[in-house]
């Protein structure tokens, strides 16, 4: 199955690299596919977080 996903380059310092490359391994995912695992994990954390301050009152408005 071929996708035309953008590509990008990235530098990893060798621990970082070895990390990630290990962590994939144990959970039987690429490389590529561990980095989009992770990736999306931070997207959803992001988003959870913009909702959960999105749904308190905001103190500028009160002034």
Not at 25 to 50: C, N, P, T, W, Y
Request: zero cysteines.
């Amino acid at each position: 199955m071929s996708h035309s996903y953008p590509q990008m380059k990235i530098r990893l310092p060798p621990d970082v690299h070895d990390h990630v490359k290990g962590a994939a391994k144990r959970q039987q995912r690429s490389l590529s596919g561990h980095i989009v695992f992770l990736l999306r994990q931070e997207m959803e954390k992001e988003k959870a977080s913009d909702h959960a301050v999105g749904s308190e009152p905001d103190a500028l408005d009160s002034e």
